[in-house]
C-alpha cells in the first residue's frame, strides 16, 4: 500500500455548500486544521444557488418571536411528517444539535447571522406542532467585499432578482407588486438599496448567495482553506478506518491525510444520468435539476466500497419545473399558488392541489397513473398573467419570444383552441377549468383543498377572499409544460446523531461522516419547512467536526 502523504489535516471535507463550509469552519473553531475540496471551479454547491433559508426549531433566532414553540412541539411536527422513516435519536440529534449549532456560530463569528421570515409556514402547518407563521429564518443581505479573494471563485445564484438584490421575505412582497401597497413599498425599498450600493461600490448579495458567502468568509478568518477545481477520487482506507482522500489537483494525483476524520458534503447525484436512472423513478433526466454542476454522486461508489449502507436513493427534494429547449429549468414555487391558474395532466383533467409543497407535487405527478402527469401542463389566463410574476416574468411582461415562437409554452384565443395545441381532449380540458372557475368563484376548492393552508396563502394574493383561486376568464390563454425537476437528491450513506457513517450492521466506519445531500436525510421522504435542507445540512456538518475534536 501507498504510504505517502502529500498533505496532512486534520479535517478534509468534500464538497463547498453549506455542509462542507459549517464542518471546516467548525473544526477551525475547535481548533483543528482543516481544507475544504471542491470538485469545480465555483465554490458554493447548490446553497449558492438556494433561497438560503435553515428550518431549525428552537433556534436563538425564534426565541422572542412568540410562536410558543418547544422541543416537545417541534418532535411531534417531525414525527406528523418525517415519521418513523427516520430513526428517533437521529431526529432528537437534529432538534438539540441544530440550535446548538446557530449559537455557536453566532457567538463564535461575525458574520453567520440570520433573520426570521414571519409568515413563511412550516408546509403542513395543520399537522401536530405545525405553525402557520412558520419557523424559517434567513440570511441578511451581505456585502461580498469582505469575501476578498474568494470573490472571484464564489458560484452565484440563478434565482430571480431582476437585477436587484433581495432577500426571500422580500420577493414574497414584490410577487404581489401589481396587487398591493405592500409590495409596491417593498419594490421601492429594495431599489433604493441598489442605488445606496451603486454610490457606495457595495457588492450585495441576497439568499443563498449571502449564506455561503457568511460561512466562506467566516472560514477564511478562521484560516480555513477552500480549493476549487480539486476534485475527489476515492477514499483512503487503512483497516477498518478511513484514513484520507485521494483527489485531483493541477493535473496530478495528491493523497491528502485526514488524522480526524473525512466529511463528504459534496451534494447528491442529481446531474448524473446513469445514477438517476439505476435509482430514481422513472422517467427521469438530469435536465430536469437545479443542483449546483457536477454534482454526480462521486462519493456513492468510495462509499460503498468502504462498507456504508445507502438509504433514500430513490428520493429527490422535489420541485416542478418549467425547462425550456437549452435552457436550465425555471423551477416553480410563487407560480403554483397564484389565483387563475390550473394544472392538468395529459387527460386534461386537474390531479391535485397546485399550491402544494413542492416535494408534495412532485411525488404526485409521479403517482397520477401510468405517467399521465408528466409532462403535466399549467394553464393561465390574460389576467394572470398581467397580475403577478410568472415563470420570472414581470405582471404583463411578455413571455420570452422564442417560448413563443418554438411553441414551447402554447396561446391561444380560448380554451378550446388550447387543448388543441396541448394535445389534450378539449371537452375535458373546458369542463375542467369550467368546474374550477365555478369552484373559485365560490372561494372553495372542494376537489382538492387549494387555499385552505396557510401554506397556500403564503404566495396567494391577499386581496381575495380566497388568496390562491379565481377564475380563467380572459383570453389569451397559455399552456406550460410542467416536469418533475428537483433540487437535489437526498439519499446517500446512512449516519448517525454524530455524521458517522454506518455499515448495513449499524457499525461505524471509523475516520468516515457524511452530511448534506451527499447522505441519507434526516428528513426521510418529506420536506417538513423551508429550509430543511440546509438546516440539517449545516447541523450535521457541525456535529461531525465537533465529534473529530473530542478528545
Given amino acids: 500500500m501507498d504510504t505517502r502523504w502529500d498533505e496532512t489535516f486534520d479535517v478534509v471535507v468534500v464538497g463547498s455548500g453549506a455542509a462542507g463550509l459549517t464542518a471546516a469552519l467548525t473544526a477551525r473553531l475547535r481548533g483543528l486544521s482543516a481544507v475544504v475540496l471542491e470538485k469545480t471551479a465555483k465554490w458554493g454547491g447548490s446553497t449558492a444557488l438556494s433561497g438560503g433559508a435553515i428550518w431549525v426549531p428552537g433556534n436563538l433566532y425564534l426565541e422572542h418571536q412568540g410562536l410558543g414553540d418547544s422541543p416537545e412541539k417541534a418532535r411531534a411536527y417531525l414525527d406528523a411528517t418525517v415519521g418513523d422513516r427516520v430513526p428517533a435519536e437521529r431526529k432528537d440529534a437534529y432538534l438539540e444539535r441544530g440550535p446548538e449549532m446557530v449559537r455557536f456560530l453566532h457567538d463564535r463569528t461575525r458574520h453567520v447571522r440570520f433573520e426570521y421570515v414571519r409568515g413563511y409556514s412550516d408546509y403542513y402547518p395543520e399537522r401536530a406542532g405545525g405553525f402557520g407563521q412558520g419557523r424559517t429564518v434567513e440570511p441578511p443581505v451581505f456585502d461580498l467585499r469582505k469575501l476578498k479573494g474568494l470573490r472571484a471563485t464564489m458560484r452565484r445564484t440563478e434565482l430571480p432578482t431582476y437585477g436587484m438584490v433581495m432577500k426571500g421575505a422580500e420577493f414574497h412582497d414584490v410577487n404581489m407588486i401589481g396587487r398591493t401597497l405592500r409590495g409596491k413599498l417593498t419594490a421601492l ?56 482522500v485521494i483527489a485531483e489537483r493541477g493535473g496530478r494525483t495528491v493523497r491528502i491525510r485526514a488524522e480526524k476524520g473525512v466529511v463528504l458534503a459534496s451534494g447528491g447525484f442529481s446531474h448524473s444520468q446513469e445514477l438517476r436512472e439505476r435509482y430514481l423513478p422513472s422517467p427521469t433526466d438530469a435536465k430536469w435539476t437545479s443542483a449546483a454542476e457536477q454534482q454526480t454522486g462521486d462519493i456513492v461508489e468510495a462509499a460503498l466500497k468502504a462498507g456504508a449502507e445507502l438509504d433514500l436513493m430513490d428520493k429527490v427534494w422535489g420541485m416542478p419545473a418549467v425547462v425550456p429547449p437549452g435552457e436550465k429549468p425555471v423551477f416553480l414555487v410563487t407560480d403554483r399558488a397564484v389565483p387563475g391558474m390550473v394544472v392538468v395532466n395529459q387527460d386534461g383533467e386537474r390531479y391535485l392541489n397546485e399550491a402544494l409543497p413542492y416535494a408534495d407535487f412532485v411525488d404526485r405527478m409521479y403517482s397520477d397513473g401510468e405517467g399521465r402527469a408528466i409532462p403535466s401542463w399549467m394553464v393561465i389566463d390574460g ?150 435542507t440546509i438546516g440539517p445540512a449545516m447541523t450535521f456538518g457541525y456535529a461531525a467536526a465537533t465529534h473529530m475534536a473530542r478528545p
Fill in 189 to 244: 425599498k429594495i431599489g433604493g438599496r441598489f442605488a445606496r450600493a451603486v454610490v457606495t461600490g457595495a457588492k450585495l448579495a441576497s439568499v443563498g448567495e449571502s449564506l455561503a458567502a457568511r460561512l466562506a468568509t467566516s472560514l477564511a478568518d478562521e484560516g480555513g482553506e477552500i480549493r476549487v477545481n480539486t476534485p475527489f477520487r476515492d477514499l483512503v482506507i487503512e483497516g477498518d478506518r478511513v484514513v484520507g
Fill in 383 to 532: 389576467r394572470t398573467k398581467n397580475r403577478y410574476i410568472m415563470l420570472n416574468h414581470f405582471p404583463g411582461q411578455p413571455f420570452k419570444k422564442a417560448w413563443l415562437k418554438d411553441g414551447f409554452i402554447k396561446k391561444a384565443g380560448s380554451v378550446r383552441e388550447l387543448a388543441g395545441l396541448m394535445g389534450v381532449p378539449a371537452e375535458r380540458l373546458e369542463t375542467t377549468v369550467a368546474r374550477f372557475n365555478a369552484m373559485a368563484r365560490n372561494g372553495r376548492d372542494v376537489d382538492f383543498g387549494r387555499g385552505d393552508s396557510a401554506y397556500d396563502n403564503f404566495y396567494g394574493d391577499p386581496t381575495l377572499p380566497n388568496p390562491n383561486l379565481a377564475p380563467l376568464v380572459k383570453p389569451p390563454y397559455y399552456a406550460i409544460p410542467l416536469v418533475p425537476g428537483d433540487i437535489g437528491t437526498k439519499g446517500g450513506p446512512v449516519a448517525d446523531a454524530d455524521a458517522r457513517v454506518l455499515r448495513a450492521d449499524g457499525t461505524v466506519i471509523e475516520g468516515l461522516y457524511a452530511a448534506g445531500n451527499a447522505s441519507a436525510s434526516v428528513m426521510g421522504g418529506t420536506y417538513p419547512g423551508a429550509g430543511a
